[in-house]
């Protein structure tokens, strides 16, 4: 399992909700909090690493203050099927990144409280209000799950301020096609159809 990085279709391919938590699950849910800390991510939603279903994990501990001792994410990190509820407390500007997109960092404008609702990896729901950053990070990392990237919520002038940035992401895909390290476009189409 490793990250993949736009322009990979599995970025724009929408994720099926998990009908049963099983030991596969729990293993990729657990690689996928080593590959977040390993990559000092916020958050690592399951299409970043090419796996088309509802479960992201969220780096709680980096969350907290300087100080606050931080033990590494656990399963309370985990969400499945996660579902926004409510947007409440109007919207706020902030910057934003994602482990697709290594070194791009530009803002875009949240809701900034959200309540979800999410089921954990005992199959137990549970229900979150969020706000600012952690409230960000569940938006950003819902989108993921439904094919949403956040280029597409950026305004006109984070857009254009990305574009040199993702034509090199685009160029570097297509490099890495070419050296064979990415399947061709055909393959990889009929494993992640888009939308
Ligand atoms: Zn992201």
Redesign the pocket.
Known sequence: MKIVQYPHPALRHPCKPLSAIDKDVHLHAGRMLELMVEAQGL?L?AP?VALPYQMFVLNFPALKAEAEPKEPPGPECVFINPVILEKKGGTVEGEEG???FPGLYQKVRRAKTVVVQAYNLKGEAVEVTASDLASRLWQ?EVD?LHGIL?IDKMGPIARLASRSALKDFERDFRRAQERGEIPPDDVLKKEFPPL
């Open positions: 958050g939603a970043q994602c482990l697709s950003h993921h956040f």
